[in-house]
């Protein structure tokens, strides 16, 4: 059965948005057809909790113009910017980066690290984990500490500093699995495979097959329960797009 | 000294400007100057986490337009849609209704429970709840279960149902406070004194309240860590004033 | 690429194998292989910690005879025996259903419950979902009260009771997904698809989507941390596949 | 509305009610009226779980004597000695230092770091943080490891010293919020004001403007729940003031 | 080796010190010599924190006046009032009867329930069995409804409803064990044996069995970390046997 | 009353057993009888989840064959390989060295930290921990880092090395109380008596003393909840004695 996954980049950069594309499609089974929307506005990624949130509204916006022709989405940013906003309103799989990354790492491990970019970015990373429940796996969080030159080439510039980084995740914090995060490192997991101690993993290539994997165990949506649609009410100054996700009635979905 | 105080509702609804702005006033000080803005865009009110992001990203456009002239911001739905975020870009204090309510919570007794408008908002406050790392304190949430006929009514219609709630939390679920949520209800809990059996707080007294104790306190602002300004990196897009909140210098705020 | 998955019932009973063997192959990728074996030794099904024991040592002797020519492994009984010990061992993906299970309910909502076939096996599952540091997200566990009559008929047998206990969780407990728990139940999330309020989930389905993702993904098996090989050290007693099992240098798979 | 605020220092120390006394007053509202009391029978300063436990019931017995004149109490000692126990037989709002600090610090920021006055107080400070439900708040505590001279003193003997830790639970401990703790510290936060990377706050400061707050809001008292008065029963041996505190009625204050 | 425990009853009850040293005397090893000693003021029986702090002075004060006899110091009321602070200032072992009933607990099953003498004293007990971090094996704790008339007569007056109130405990809540909480229950674990359908325990036999082996296995006391003896400094107003535990030197102890 | 203890040895290496031996006859009160098995199959000391699994099913068997003869059973392995399971079948106290380990050392302070044998074992020791809910209360877990030479002189070897260990555990990490963890170092708590800042427990001394207090106690057995014998159901393929245990009928013991 062929399966059309929306991978949305909630950020600006278009270099991430190709890295993302390149790793998806090796990522995808080969019946999987893959689409990369990068955000219109935005900022070139996304490290603090104020980026997040302009994401999440970039990455509504383009979900809602384009779900309909697809059968899961993916948010494909680290942190997952919107993700259980967007769980609400479509009747189809959505997941993300961090949200896939983990449930892989969770299936290979007790007890992962996260590498990641940058020092600044470490705090938003951790609360993700938090609001996902599973900060008691969470070894620890590394990140890169130089300012980035060139966000669509870190993988190149900072290679084995990453490598290094994992290294220590595993000696010293007791790790059994490394998560390389953020949309900049998609594929890096796959570059290095055999390089690290432990098993390692990556976001897009585990949001690619989650999402699949969802497609096909067609688990229903909610009609009931916090991830039903919103009760309809009054609503103004909304793009159509976001109005009509609104508009949905409850338990429409097929 | 005169305190002047943004608080911005994060929804659509004037007659819920109206109940937030009267009780705002009756709890300021009186050196305090109390503005409040609705939000041009968005629902009627916030039950859900979509709702809550779209809500987030209208009050992050008001406050990057509006901040300059004053001392605190007051993000007005319980739920604190982006308030996180306008911490990281603001130098001056930022706060909302759930965590002002709760600060006073604790201030009162060890265990509270939330009434709220609706079961369905409920699942969004305890993650509110959860993402202040306060669910050890939280006794329970108890909502109307009735759909809502009149957003800017909920008190005149449902008192005494709101009051049996209360009633309920503390003789089933050990609540030492109750805690009563959602801008619709401001200013239930000035009513209702004497009539519940444990101290009882509402948000926007609380957020007026602790807003003015923390410009008085004058703490200073955050040049590292977390809540530091973003560092800089390119954007597209975005509204002349929410550019303008990114391109602060980090540190520079004062 | 053909992938070869083992399933290992942990229990004497041929007709759970038949019914793990039969949504096995319903939920797998077409390229994959199927093979289902069953316990030599051990009880009709676990309920408790001390049948779960035995289980586990039933499944590392067929594992330990028969992974070499397999690609991942799934312990196919909720509670997933064994499975951590497994994981150091081989040097293939291995998971469970209840590992699996859960991670299908993570990707789909935030708290979930678990429908079971007992009221005794509830302990048992609550202390797995604990060993995964999942309680967080843990709704609920409900379980029939009645005795079972034909451990390989329950879904026929108690197909209401069970949608009713899955509805309770939902409108009683806050669940955002069901889970509905043990090799008996297999294949009976597709059975009620459309008829429960929210996502439901399966362990077999679950684990065998995500046995397929973990060879897809080849993220590599752990040569440092706590699930590298264990440290070479005398041994007796040992069936010979055991023995090889624990004679494996460290370091040395591939 | 004229306030006035007991403030019970629960040690001996005249030199350091002297700085809380200093402090209490420059931070509060004008038409605030601050009394401090010291201890008359206890230690110089509490370091130990065996000092709180006197300082608590020095400070219950003061309060005993004096509550009636004033409209709420604060406990002066970082630890909060006594405060939940005063919160049951007082009809006015009662906070404690640390109580107040971490409200300050959980309303500017997520992690906050202690900073204290020797190496022995840490492990008291964070059994109370955890007594509040804070600990997954808490970045780190730290203290001088160099025995104190002069209690009164050690912001002028110690202030770069106490900078310096600051400036660690930032750098290191991921702190967003510094709070300075014990009553010697008293009035260092506004002398360091501009020095810290981050806000930071002062129990001192804290306790009075919540305490005003407190007093605004009108939240009620306790009727039921843990937090009413004690339920009456025999009592012998008691200073004439305690046994009237737990002669009043139930329910009676107002 | 002969043993010689002291038992303080913290409240002024002397009934209930007979029912103390009646089951302390039964489940000694018979070469342990048992004094219980009752508090000189206090109240009754201690429901709340207030009457807790007043408790643990008197219990410090006795033991200060007479620790020097003994081999070790039980806290003869369940919440323990001041056994953590006098763990600091002895250098023999000390529990409490509810540190020792929640080891029996523990080693007796996974989740426990508490069966007390009122409901308001359910909140002081959680907030005991958190400061002990054993929320997590907490199934429940229930209470008696009614006032109780006769302290050193409860279990006379209410024992069927104190064994209704445990099998409930067991349906109900899932314990594992019973805890039967409070001093005016000692000696009922025995009288119910074999009524229960868990295994069920007692806070005074608990205590004095594990007083006797703590003093059999010799662990050694605390020259360092947080139960060392507190540090010297200046003390004024005490009573000369508190004066001189507190002026102990430290590591003195043998 | 004498009481009869059967301390099984989960592996194979017989200098281990020897030494359990002799610390339990220390430690045991004098109408002790103590006897000691040694398992007939696995391996020579347990590091790993593996091991563990092997472990406990070896320990199964003998408890099978041996235990009518006996008033407790203790596992005699750090990590209690099987203790759970073993609590279910048997209507005797059972108990294991860590968690008899952690009683004592929980009556002992609040916080503990765990000196192991190797670098390893500690991913196995923490997981153990947290399986009793306890880590809220571990400061860390701190193991030798070179390859044993002789399991059987662990503290021979390495008892410098050891202390050094339990030192930095103090100073470092914030220890309370020592926990010298592993069959080889049984012993060693006493050896050390006095050289160590904080008190030590061993976990030989405490299964054996707390074993006893279990049997004088006399707390019952589970009939009900999740300790009470397995359902019967069919099994096959078991050794008789472990078909014996299967057997018993619910609730007959006595």
Redesign the interface.
Known sequence: MMKRLLLINPN?SQSVSDLIRAEAER?A?PDTRIEVLTA??????I????????G??AT?ELVAQHHERFDAVVVAAFGDP?L??????LDI?V?GLT??AL??A??????FSIVAI?Q?I???YR?TV?????E??LASIRGLDE?LQDIGNVQGNQGERLVALAERC??ED????IVLAGAPLAGL??TL??R??????DGV??AV??A???V?????????????P??Q??????SPA?AR??ERKTGSGA
């Open positions: 600006i990522s089974a219109p506005f935005g900022v070139a990624y490290e603090t909790r104020f980026e997040a949130m302009i999440a509204y509504a919107g259980p906003a967007l769980r609400e309103v799989p997941t949200e896939a449930a892989s969770c299936l290979l491990g007790n007890r940058s600044r470490r705090a938003w609360e938090q609001s996902y429940g599973l008691g796996r300012p595993v000696a007791g790790a059994d699995v997991a796959r495979r055999g690290l101690p432990v098993p390692a993993v290539s585990s097959r989650h699949e994997s969802l096909a165990l067609q688990p229903g949506h909610a009609r009931c329960g916090s991830f039903a919103p009760p009410k009054p609503h103004q100054g909304l976001l996700l609104l």
